[in-house]
């Protein structure tokens, strides 16, 4: 089936002189409004770059964009209830965990803090759902992941409408505001913190970022940081990597995690998703520390855990949304936005799904235990792993989806040091929204949906992570 296409908001090409008049604007715009990145092959911490973004705002369909954002707090519910269900987690992870060492560590942790007795029962997750657009299935949306943890651009995103609104405006097309939603993803998620904060209760307490040695995405993390402070002048925050924190934090006999001399109340993970951040045992160490104190974790590890591909996998199998939803309304709505998911098991389904792919490989993506975006497999990949892995249990440690091909959008990519004018090129973009929720095992204290990112990327790129390098960010054009 080909791919279905949307017209862009302003017909393309546009003249010569009046791009090249308005990409000088818009990247002034966004330099000057923390739409950037640190550059990766000339680091420096006295500078950012703009981050790659789209020129114009890329089409999307109204009742697909509202479906997304009235589904976030059924979806957020849904991944609370999933993490703590543990016989769940350890039922669908148990043949990942053999194959998959990061997966299994962080199993490990879980049931460590587990068995010692939970010392904080408060979880904070700020969720983002992602979702591709499907030709095949009249360009509904279909949910590509669900981020548990680190999920990000909530904050630059935010400003995105704002600089959409300056470059139509420049462009004489003001009136095509009406149609850009407004985007407030970055307080929304900082309201998170702050409640989480609140409910921790010790007002001399501060709040930790676990970050990378190096932070390129600085600009959206540092917002949260601007943000909380603006907001509560009294919140102290810190940034450490994991191997600070092994080396700065201790527990005190309260379980308390103390830094430099206060109970760290909220820990919020942009780091220690993936097997990199953990170069040697200091850092596992280090997140275990933090696991077994009284600090709210953002994710708690079983937030964390919930949100792996295998997680995604099980609950798109029959039964298992009615497991933690019941037949209503809501469970049909969610089963609609699931695609072909497949266990990779050594079963009767698992040798049926992997002789299916490697039939017609072009149909699926082949997906590891892991974030952060270039891991998957796609079309030739996908059949020659799997013939490599037929026999061997490491094929337990993936999940095999179908692939979403979503309609194509033509447009302009302004990236940092590209020429300029771009040329027009086909693009599919990516949707995320983002939610809040705060909860025990027993009680749901607070669930909001709180915003949206969109990002595009090139129509023949497999994958399009903004700080990946392939993606640009974007604002959704509702049509
Ligand atoms: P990660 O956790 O690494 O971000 P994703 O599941 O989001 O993993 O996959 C990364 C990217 O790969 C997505 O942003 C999307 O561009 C592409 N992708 C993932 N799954 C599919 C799919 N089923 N069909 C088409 N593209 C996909
Ligand atoms: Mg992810
Ligand atoms: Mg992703």
Redesign the pocket.
Known sequence: MSQARFASCIPLPLEHKVLVNVIEKAKDWALMHGVGMRDKKHFTKDAIQIAPFVLLPSPFPRTEFTKAIELQTVLNELMHKVAHNEEFLEHTLQNALQVDEFTANLYDIWVKVRNEGITQSVSLGLFRS?Y?MHTADQNRI?Q??F?TVAASFGAISSNLPAMSRYILRQLNRGDLIKNMPENRALSGLCSGIIEAYDLFGIPSAVVLFVVEEVSYNICDQRFHEFEISETRPDIMIFRKTLNEIYEETELNDKKQLILDGHPVAVVYYRSGYEPAQYPSSREWDARLRVERSTAIKCPSIHYQLAGT?KVQQALAAAGALERFMGSSAATTRVRDIF?GLYSLDFDENGERAVEMAIADAERF?L?PQ???????LYGEEVRDALLRMRHSRERAAYIL??????PLVSGYVVRPGAPVPPQVVDLVS?LGIFGVIIGTKDKIISNRQVGHMLRT?LADA????VAAGL?ALDSPYLI
């Open positions: 992602d591709l279909k590509v992941e981020n591909k695609t993506v997906k892991r974030e952060g975006g270039g891991n998957n989806m179908e692939r979403i091909l979503p990516e990327k497999d994958e399009g992570g993606g």
